[in-house]
């Protein structure tokens, strides 16, 4: 297929042999951007898995089904602030660099996940109070980190000598390691507490603890220097206008790209919920698939990364893809048929691998895609479209679902559709843009 979109002419590969320097720049980069993200993935992976807690704290007087309906909503509502913070904060950082907007990135997400630990439920002030303060930290965190997996990954790949997958994978391991600690908060706290503290004040825990990370990235941050690319590259008056006007079918082939990585994650953290509402499992059920589910993400994607720096991104995420395909059906069946906790964290670990295999290449595949002077911009917008789309909904849309079809198996069917969608998109990026 001919190309009809310019490529980018500055993706030269680096160096056979790095610099101590730069290695040690590139393992820098890699804690500084990494904390960022693992704070972002933690207050989401929370939010997520307890759903049903926060459900019946802040929407009291209406049914279970709608009071779960409401809660992944207004989770999906903040979803769709994520492509203007995406544009602000991308723009900002192809403009002024990627080391100023990864402090502004780090700050506000720590205000949104401070007000969710401190936010009053329906019992305090009102169910419409309560829904809006909870809808506000939503916002805050989603403006915030719609701007975060953009810079940070930019900052890593471009700081990265070379290996830039390998480095770039980094990002997707530590959405493992916030998974593993969000599951890990989650299964002790509802193993060891009682209801009534649970409710309480077992919930405010986790978000506690994410707030105090916020400084420690903050400090690393801004010691870090800024990438020899962004230095060295030509400065654009407006990289958003430039990114909309001349790469919108790679801002598209992005968003299409990072489809079933999303909903991949929002597959397993919606387990917790369905593990209670659908299979009448204990609450701690879903936990244990996701801390062994992060597990897998945290040491297994940096191997993909590896493996799609010698073979190239686009293949290993064609296999992973077809791979999801493949199981997803039988899985849920499985998981219907024998509704155990045993069967329930083996599908979470098997989705946990699909996910580590699809989307560990993905920030390397992000990097060949759109050039220096727009790849932060690129990288967010088009990374927070597919998100809002795919993932910011996928609780609500699960649930909806399950409800309506009254079978326990539909969600992946909804699952398999993305993974064709996320197929088709990559081998079109193979051939249309030339990235292997």
């Not at 590969?13 to 820098?28: F, H, I, M, T, Y």
């Not at 990374?383 to 992946?412: H, I, R």
């Amino acid at each position: 297929m001919a190309r009809t979109d310019p490529a980018p002419v500055d993706h030269a590969a680096a160096p056979g042999d790095p610099s101590p320097e730069s290695l040690v720049r590139a393992r820098k980069a890699v804690v500084a951007s990494s904390i960022g993200n693992a704070l972002e993935w933690f207050d989401i992976i929370v939010y997520s898995s307890f759903a049903v807690v926060i459900s019946e704290l802040f929407f009291p007087d209406v049914s279970g089904f709608a009071a779960l309906m409401l809660t992944f909503l207004t989770f999906a509502v903040s979803y769709l602030i994520r492509p203007l913070g995406a544009a602000v904060i991308g723009n900002w950082a192809d403009r002024h660099g990627r080391k100023r907007a990864l402090s502004m990135t780090i700050l506000t997400m720590m205000v949104g996940t401070g007000l969710m630990a401190v936010a009053p439920t329906a019992a305090v002030i009102g169910p419409v109070a309560a829904g809006l303060w909870l809808l506000a930290s939503r916002l805050v965190q989603g403006f915030s980190a719609g701007g975060e997996f953009g810079t940070a990954t930019t900052f890593l790949v471009e700081s990265a000598p070379e290996r830039r997958a390998f480095y770039g994978s980094w990002q997707v391991a530590t959405q493992g390691a916030a998974m593993f600690l969000a599951s890990g908060f989650g299964f002790l706290l509802t193993t060891f507490l009682s209801h009534d503290a649970l409710y309480t004040w077992g919930w405010r825990v986790p978000f506690l603890v994410g707030m105090l990370i916020g400084p420690i990235g903050w400090y690393i941050r801004r010691k870090m220097d800024e990438t020899e690319d962004f230095e060295s590259a030509e400065k654009l008056d407006s990289p958003l206008a430039s990114t909309v006007s001349t790469h919108v079918g790679r801002l598209l082939a992005a968003a299409g790209a990072v489809a079933l990585a999303s909903l991949s994650v929002y597959l397993i953290l919606y387990m917790p919920t369905f593990a209670v509402k659908s299979l009448g499992l204990p609450a701690y059920a879903g936990f244990l698939g996701g801390i062994i589910a992060g597990l897998v993400t945290l040491v297994g994607t940096p191997f993909v990364g590896t493996l799609a720096d010698r073979v190239g991104p686009g293949r290993v995420m064609s296999v992973a893809a077809v791979a999801g395909l493949v199981v997803a059906w039988p899985l849920f069946q499985l998981l219907v048929a024998v509704p155990t906790v045993a069967v329930l964290t083996l599908v979470q670990v098997v989705f946990g691998l699909v996910m580590a295999a699809y989307f560990g290449p993905l920030p390397g595949l992000y990097h060949d895609l759109f050039p220096t002077n727009v790849r932060t911009t690129g990288m967010a917008v088009g990374y927070n479209l597919g998100v809002l789309v795919f993932g910011g909904f996928a609780g609500a849309v699960f649930t909806f679902l399950v409800e309506q079809t009254g079978s326990k198996s539909s969600p992946s069917l909804y699952f398999m559709a993305v993974a064709v969608l996320s197929l088709a998109t990559i081998l079109v990026v193979r051939r249309r843009y030339g990235i292997r």
